[in-house]
């Protein structure tokens, strides 16, 4: 009987897990799409799109299709539910992180700034751009008064090169 309950409370923590997983992904992709849109419509300014989310959005979406046909394997031929549970959740996240791709690996450049996650940042708020210490790779952006954040190495190259470009083009207005 403990075994049965035991696998009763672990299939319910990966079902909860799975769920609140596909709900942070979908609300921080609505939420992102939504400040994008507004930005948009209110500056209408010329931009260049800045990309790099092809090949883990591809990668992510990959796993997320195998793990489902994999859930539906175990559920099928096996009637293993933990081993389905288990698959259904590893495509939960593999969908969140593809979403997650499309917020945090793209970002729009304007002459005076750029839109990055959920919102504008101009250049000239940006103290400095430094390599990340510790175990996740990245580059930390940090302003003058928001919080920072963590890039990856082409974005951060790619707001490092624009910060210039755009510090170069003031002083020549000068």
């Not at 403990?2 to 979908?26: K, P």
């Not at 090949?55 to 081993?83: E, P, R």
């Not at 250049?123 to 928001?146: E, I, L, Q």
């Not at 082409?154 to 210039?164: H, L, T, V």
Request: include cysteine; proline fraction near 2%.
């Amino acid at each position: 009987m403990n075994g049965e309950v035991l696998s009763i409370v672990v299939f319910l923590a990966l079902f909860g897990f799975g769920i609140y997983e596909m709900y942070r992904g979908v609300k921080q992709l609505m939420e992102h799409n939504k400040n994008r849109k507004e930005y948009m419509e209110n500056h209408n300014k010329p931009y260049d799109f800045f990309e790099e989310y092809k090949l883990w959005f591809t990668i992510y979406s990959g796993v997320a299709v195998f793990s489902i046909g994999a859930c539906i394997y175990q559920a099928v031929n096996y009637q293993d539910w933990m081993y389905a549970m288990g698959f259904l959740v590893l495509a939960a996240c593999c969908v969140s992180f593809a979403m997650d791709c499309l917020v945090k690996r793209r970002a729009w450049f304007y002459e005076e700034g750029f839109f990055y996650e959920k919102k504008f940042y101009r250049y000239r708020s940006v103290a400095r751009v430094s390599k990340t210490t510790g175990f996740k790779p990245g580059y930390d952006v940090n302003f003058m008064k928001d919080p920072s954040m963590i890039v990856t190495k082409k974005m951060a190259f790619e707001i490092q090169k624009r910060m210039e470009a755009y510090k170069a083009n003031k002083k020549k207005g000068k």
